[in-house]
């Protein structure tokens, strides 16, 4: 399964066409926490293009799944948004009803517990064919076969009886290729996948990427993929966005990221992790603790409190994103500190 | 606390756990040297959680044998003062910071509770060592006297750890303790762990599916797959140079620079068995 | 490794913050509390509060309407309705405090007994439970009616037999889940006793559910017991009590004369209420708080 057999279906008419599929522009979210208006995104702005995969990599706090969120109209009832979200040109702020229906057939997610996201008392085949019955009003029978069809594609041979099956009885990796079968279904142009893999074994996660990566190949597929796992996402995405605290803090192309990072948060997240293949005397630990968007400080980076590089000009403002070297970073000192990210801190 | 004499501080043989028709562990051994740190690794359904359950009492073997520090714990306890003596030899630390909690007691009433539990100590002693035992998870006062609701994943694992070292355990048991924890806060617990180790010279065995934490933290590694060893010896050994293919796939699953996922191109991979 | 998130310092005074999450219950808990408040001092000096003797007959009197001192009139045997309802307080909520005091104990025992050893024990608890659950209240009231003779500690008795299996069934529920927490785990690491752990860490964490139990119980009890009085098997006449003047005034109702009989009633009901929306303001904000 791990060769597309035939190049199979090119779903996205402009598949070719260098215009972005999903444009993020100055996004804003505000959630009333207890009585207040806090701030969970600040001023995030990314695309993705036609059949790229786009990574989105932060700890807790950072405003990632957030961000999938509202792409995908997800937000808590009484979220403020500011900005705009534009698929395929159109507003996405500005659907409702059938419309909305129909952009969620060309937008599909996958999430990271397919357990919460599936009905127990249902057989896997109602669920899967249920979007196709219901929204696109393809003939049961169809919608079955088809369900089979791509059952296969994601690994399942006996899908005939899989579709008879209850949640309950498949395993945590089984539940979630189906999940990834159900969300293809529809023919989406865009895939958001927030952590598809975090609950996961390590073995079943390096299965699943495999497929979605090829899947996503075979099919022209976008993909916006969320993780926690800066290697994780340049497995599989061209490009990876970098949050912290609600904001953008570097974009670069994957494969880029961890020898040459442009941003310190990306450099000490990086440094940070343990190495499977030595043992370190001390790990490079970033002090202090992830902050949400709302827990940052409103006029300087907020980073600075946990940075090695933190200087006064760090503290006067919120930077702007700058570009550098094909990326971008959200650092004052950037342009000063390039090449000098890796090393170990100065003073 | 540490044995003087060099003899395993835990010793396992011959394990093996039922559940009804289920062989959830089957005949798993090791030894843990006083002072060394052992990681037992797997993933889900390897035995490995039911291994730590079984170590500290929270489930029984359906045969085998466990001794800590010289004493049998195969069978449940025959007395209270037995049952304390066990707690003051291996302690545990649990994955989930948001549950391994009471929700009602601040960090320094849990404390206190196992002090009070294991020593006859005035007031005053109890309070000193609560501050020792805070300085050195690096909580601070603010912190200690916290409601678990108000603080972080990383600080309420700080506490967890905190309240195991209380009984000053000869064994820690570290169950997926930073899996939950976000990298730069795993980071900053690793770090501590070392630090405790130097300090008070507690043996670890670490239950982890995470082979970077493992290789960070532990000296011997045993690669547990469906409830069977299947591969064990020096963690560096095991990592860089596995010998099961088992682990050799485990190994290659772990997402580095310039990895690729790929799928297992096997007749039947489709067919995985039905859950349960 | 300082936070950056505002840390919580609880007050551990248990008056302040009892008072605290009484404010919390917004006005219509407060309202609540005012009023039971209020049922409790009646409660317990409702007879010397009472302006006439509330057990003095005079048949010339029979029915007649406010006047004067006798702010709610006369019942149908010339007694002072307001001297009454006062008196009758007692037995109105002493019977179902008595009620809710045993069915929660006995019901938060058995639960987190079955709760704590699980397996087989549970399941025998379980059956045994099912078995009460079948009776229903009045039968016992009848069976213990007919062992000690009618009368207000009859009526308690059988009611808190009654009550004892939904307690346990709820509380066990929650028992268990809190059992099955990693901090239980902990503990029994750490070696301490199943009874510590029980009374130290299991009760305390459902004490929000046995508290709204306990409330709502207190209001069905209270019910029960003025039917059970109704009915004869309860509170004897001539005493005081709600439940009795019910029935004892029935009559007056399609005669015309309606306040007795709707006077207690409201007294009953206005009771009920107040327990119910204090219990359930309490519950919540209890929940709420474990977060």
Same mark, same amino acid.
């Given at each position: 399964?791990?060769? +597309?057999?035939?190049?199979?279906?090119?779903?996205?008419?402009?598949?070719?066409?260098?215009?972005?599929?999903?444009?993020?522009?100055?996004?804003?979210?505000?959630?009333?926490?207890?009585?207040?208006?806090?701030?969970?995104?600040?001023?995030?702005?990314?695309?993705?293009?036609?059949?790229?995969?786009?990574?989105? =990599?932060?700890?807790?706090?950072?405003? *990632?799944?957030?961000?999938?969120?509202?792409?995908?109209?997800?937000?808590?009832?009484?979220?403020?948004?500011?900005?705009?979200?534009?698929?395929?040109?159109?507003?996405?702020?500005?659907?409702?009803?059938?419309?909305?229906?129909?952009?969620?057939?060309?937008?599909?997610?996958?999430?990271?517990? +397919?357990?919460?996201?599936?009905?127990?008392?249902?057989?896997?085949?109602?669920?899967?064919?249920?979007?196709?019955?219901? @929204?696109?009003?393809?003939?049961?029978?169809?919608?079955?076969?088809?369900?089979?069809?791509?059952?296969?594609?994601?690994?399942?041979?006996?899908?005939?009886?899989?579709?008879?099956?209850?949640?309950?009885?498949?395993?945590?990796?089984?539940?979630?290729?189906?999940?990834?079968?159900?969300?293809?279904?529809?023919?989406?142009?865009?895939?958001?996948?927030?952590?598809?893999?975090?609950?996961?074994?390590? %073995?079943?996660?390096?299965?699943?990427?495999?497929?979605?990566?090829?899947?996503?190949? @075979?099919?022209?597929?976008?993909?916006?993929?969320?993780?926690?796992?800066?290697?994780?996402?340049?497995?599989?995405?061209?490009?990876?966005?970098?949050?912290?605290?609600?904001?953008?803090?570097?974009?670069?192309?994957?494969?880029?990221?961890?020898?040459?990072?442009?941003? !310190?948060?990306?450099?000490?997240?990086?440094?940070?992790? +343990?190495?499977?293949?030595?043992?370190?005397?001390?790990?490079?630990?970033?002090?202090?603790?992830?902050?949400?968007?709302?827990?940052?400080?409103?006029?300087?980076?907020?980073?600075?409190?946990?940075?090695?590089?933190?200087?006064?000009?760090?503290?006067?403002?919120? !930077?702007?994103?700058?570009?550098?070297?094909?990326?971008?970073?959200?650092?004052?000192?950037?342009?000063?500190?390039?090449?000098?990210?890796?090393?170990?801190?100065?003073? | 606390?540490?044995?003087?004499?060099?003899?395993?501080?835990?010793?396992?043989?011959?394990?093996? *756990?039922?559940?009804?028709?289920?062989?959830?562990?089957?005949?798993?051994?090791?030894?843990?040297?006083?002072?060394?740190?052992?990681?037992?690794?797997?993933?889900?359904?390897?035995? *490995?959680?039911?291994?730590?359950?079984?170590?500290?009492?929270?489930? /029984?073997?359906?045969?085998?044998?466990?001794?800590?520090?010289?004493?049998?714990?195969?069978?449940?306890?025959?007395?209270?003062?037995?049952?304390?003596?066990?707690?003051?030899?291996?302690?545990?630390?649990?994955?989930?910071?948001?549950?391994?909690?009471?929700?009602?007691?601040?960090?320094?009433?849990?404390?206190?509770?196992?002090?009070?539990?294991?020593?006859?100590? !005035?007031?005053?002693?109890?309070?000193?060592?609560?501050?020792?035992?805070?300085?050195?998870?690096?909580?601070?006062? /603010?912190?200690?006297?916290?409601? +678990?609701?108000?603080?972080?994943?990383?600080?309420?694992?700080?506490?967890?750890?905190?309240?195991?070292?209380?009984?000053?355990?000869?064994?820690?048991?570290?169950?997926?303790?930073?899996?939950?924890?976000?990298?730069?806060?795993?980071?900053?617990?690793?770090?501590?762990?070392?630090?405790?180790?130097?300090?008070?010279?507690?043996?670890?065995?670490?239950?982890?599916?995470?082979?970077?934490?493992?290789?960070?933290?532990?000296?011997?590694?045993?690669?547990?797959?469906?409830?069977?060893?299947?591969?064990?010896?020096? %963690?560096?050994? =095991?990592?860089?140079?596995?010998?099961?293919?088992?682990?050799?796939?485990?190994?290659?699953?772990?997402?580095?620079?310039?990895?690729?996922?790929?799928?297992?191109?096997?007749?039947?991979?489709?067919?995985?068995?039905?859950?349960? | 490794?300082?936070?950056?998130?505002?840390?919580?310092?609880?007050?551990?005074?248990?008056?302040?913050?009892?008072?605290?999450?009484?404010?919390?219950?917004?006005?219509?808990?407060?309202?609540?509390?005012?009023?039971?408040?209020?049922?409790?001092?009646?409660?317990?000096?409702?007879?010397?509060?009472?302006?006439?003797?509330?057990?003095?007959?005079?048949?010339?009197?029979?029915?007649?309407?406010?006047?004067?001192?006798?702010?709610?009139?006369?019942?149908?045997?010339?007694?002072?309705?307001?001297?009454?309802?006062?008196?009758?307080?007692?037995?109105?909520?002493?019977?179902?405090?008595?009620?809710?005091?045993?069915?929660?104990?006995?019901?938060?025992?058995?639960?987190?007994?079955?709760?704590?050893?699980?397996?087989?024990?549970?399941?025998?608890?379980?059956?045994?439970?099912?078995?009460?659950?079948?009776?229903?209240?009045?039968?016992?009231?009848?069976?213990?009616?007919?062992?000690?003779?009618?009368?207000?500690?009859?009526?308690?008795?059988?009611?808190?037999?009654?009550?004892?299996?939904?307690?346990?069934?709820?509380?066990?529920?929650?028992?268990? *889940?809190?059992?099955?927490?990693?901090?239980?785990?902990?503990?029994?690491?750490?070696?301490?006793?199943?009874?510590?752990?029980?009374?130290?860490?299991?009760?305390?964490?459902?004490?929000?559910?046995?508290?709204?139990?306990?409330?709502?119980?207190?209001?069905?009890?209270?019910?029960?017991?003025?039917?059970?009085?109704?009915?004869?098997?309860?509170?004897?006449?001539?005493?005081? @009590?709600?439940?009795?003047?019910?029935?004892?005034?029935?009559?007056?109702?399609?005669?015309?004369?309606?306040?007795?009989?709707?006077?207690?009633?409201?007294?009953?009901?206005?009771?009920?209420?107040?327990?119910?929306?204090?219990?359930?303001?309490?519950?919540?904000?209890?929940?709420?708080?474990?977060?």
């Amino acid at each position: 399964m791990n060769e +597309p057999a035939a190049v199979g279906t090119l779903w996205s008419a402009g598949a070719t066409s260098s215009a972005p599929l999903l444009e993020v522009d100055g996004l804003t979210v505000l959630l009333d926490v207890s009585g207040a208006k806090r701030a969970v995104l600040r001023d995030v702005s990314l695309t993705v293009s036609p059949g790229e995969a786009v990574g989105l =990599v932060g700890e807790s706090g950072s405003g *990632k799944s957030m961000t999938a969120r509202a792409i995908d109209r997800l937000l808590p009832r009484g979220a403020e948004v500011q900005g705009s979200i534009l698929f395929d040109g159109g507003d996405v702020g500005a659907l409702s009803g059938a419309d909305l229906r129909r952009y969620r057939n060309q937008v599909a997610m996958i999430f990271q517990d +397919p357990r919460a996201h599936t009905n127990p008392v249902r057989r896997i085949g109602d669920f899967m064919t249920e979007a196709l019955c219901t @929204n696109l009003g393809v003939p049961a029978a169809e919608a079955r076969r088809r369900a089979v069809d791509m059952l296969t594609q994601v690994g399942i041979e006996d899908g005939a009886r899989r579709l008879r099956q209850y949640p309950h009885q498949m395993s945590g990796g089984m539940l979630q290729r189906i999940m990834i079968a159900a969300a293809l279904l529809t023919k989406p142009r865009l895939l958001l996948a927030d952590e598809p893999t975090t609950a996961l074994d390590v %073995t079943t996660q390096a299965e699943v990427m495999a497929i979605l990566d090829g899947l996503r190949r @075979n099919f022209g597929l976008a993909m916006l993929f969320i993780t926690h796992d800066l290697e994780l996402a340049a497995a599989i995405c061209d490009r990876t966005v970098v949050m912290y605290a609600g904001q953008i803090v570097e974009v670069r192309a994957s494969a880029l990221l961890h020898g040459d990072p442009l941003h !310190p948060y990306t450099a000490a997240l990086a440094a940070a992790r +343990p190495d499977i293949a030595q043992t370190a005397d001390r790990l490079r630990a970033i002090p202090g603790r992830p902050l949400s968007a709302f827990e940052a400080p409103p006029a300087e980076c907020a980073f600075a409190t946990r940075c090695a590089h933190a200087t006064d000009i760090c503290r006067s403002a919120v !930077p702007d994103l700058v570009d550098l070297d094909g990326g971008t970073s959200r650092c004052v000192r950037a342009r000063e500190l390039r090449g000098r990210l890796q090393e170990a801190p100065d003073a | 606390m540490p044995e003087a004499n060099g003899a395993p501080v835990l010793e396992a043989a011959g394990l093996r *756990k039922e559940f009804g028709d289920l062989v959830a562990v089957e005949d798993v051994s090791f030894h843990l040297p006083p002072g060394r740190s052992l990681a037992i690794v797997g993933e889900s359904g390897s035995g *490995k959680t039911t291994i730590a359950r079984m170590i500290v009492g929270l489930e /029984r073997p359906t045969s085998g044998t466990i001794t800590a520090c010289g004493h049998d714990r195969s069978r449940p306890p025959n007395s209270t003062r037995d049952r304390r003596r066990r707690g003051r030899e291996v302690q545990i630390v649990f994955q989930d910071p948001y549950t391994s909690l009471d929700p009602r007691q601040t960090a320094e009433a849990t404390i206190d509770e196992v002090l009070r539990l294991h020593h006859g100590w !005035p007031a005053d002693r109890r309070r000193a060592r609560i501050a020792e035992l805070t300085d050195l998870v690096g909580l601070d006062a /603010r912190q200690s006297r916290a409601l +678990p609701r108000s603080l972080s994943g990383g600080q309420r694992q700080r506490v967890a750890i905190a309240r195991a070292l209380a009984a000053e355990p000869t064994v820690l048991i570290l169950d997926e303790s930073v899996a939950a924890l976000d990298v730069s806060i795993q980071a900053q617990v690793l770090n501590l762990l070392a630090d405790i180790r130097d300090e008070t010279h507690v043996s670890y065995i670490l239950i982890s599916h995470d082979l970077a934490v493992v290789r960070q933290l532990t000296d011997e590694a045993i690669v547990l797959h469906r409830g069977t060893v299947v591969e064990r010896g020096p %963690t560096a050994r =095991v990592l860089d140079d596995p010998q099961d293919p088992y682990t050799q796939r485990l190994r290659a699953s772990v997402p580095r620079p310039g990895w690729k996922p790929r799928s297992r191109a096997q007749p039947g991979a489709g067919k995985e068995p039905d859950a349960s | 490794m300082s936070a950056a998130v505002p840390v919580t310092v609880r007050s551990t005074t248990r008056g302040s913050r009892a008072v605290g999450m009484l404010r919390a219950t917004g006005p219509a808990g407060i309202a609540s509390a005012i009023v039971i408040a209020v049922a409790t001092f009646v409660a317990l000096f409702g007879p010397l509060l009472a302006p006439y003797p509330p057990d003095l007959p005079n048949l010339s009197l029979a029915w007649v309407g406010p006047t004067g001192g006798h702010l709610l009139g006369f019942d149908f045997q010339g007694r002072d309705v307001l001297s009454r309802l006062l008196a009758g307080a007692q037995t109105a909520m002493l019977g179902p405090l008595a009620v809710v005091i045993v069915s929660v104990t006995a019901g938060t025992l058995i639960a987190v007994t079955a709760a704590w050893r699980r397996g087989a024990t549970d399941a025998v608890i379980s059956s045994g439970l099912d078995i009460l659950f079948a009776f229903p209240g009045i039968l016992f009231a009848v069976l213990a009616a007919a062992v000690f003779g009618a009368g207000l500690a009859a009526a308690s008795i059988a009611l808190s037999i009654a009550y004892m299996p939904y307690v346990a069934r709820v509380l066990r529920g929650a028992a268990l *889940k809190e059992r099955s927490q990693p901090y239980v785990a902990a503990l029994e690491v750490q070696g301490a006793s199943a009874t510590s752990i029980c009374l130290r860490h299991l009760v305390p964490n459902i004490a929000p559910l046995i508290v709204a139990q306990a409330t709502i119980l207190f209001g069905y009890a209270m019910v029960d017991l003025a039917a059970i009085s109704f009915l004869g098997l309860g509170v004897q006449p001539p005493n005081p @009590n709600w439940g009795v003047m019910i029935s004892e005034n029935q009559s007056g109702i399609l005669q015309g004369y309606p306040l007795p009989a709707l006077a207690a009633g409201v007294c009953i009901v206005t009771v009920v209420i107040a327990v119910n929306v204090l219990g359930e303001r309490l519950f919540d904000q209890a929940q709420a708080g474990r977060i």
